[in-house]
């Protein structure tokens, strides 16, 4: 799928929350 299918998708915005070590959630 495209962006922004992933960005309008719960897990899209974690996985890209989570690819950024610079701002680690967890």
């Known amino acids: ?3 922004s299918g ?3 998708s ?3 915005i974690a996985s890209v929350e989570f690819i ?3 701002e ?3």
């Open 6 to 8: 992933e960005i309008q």
């Open 20 to 22: 950024d070590p610079r």
């Open 10 to 12: 719960p897990m899209g």
């Open 24 to 26: 680690p959630i967890l």
């Open 1 to 3: 799928p495209t962006v």
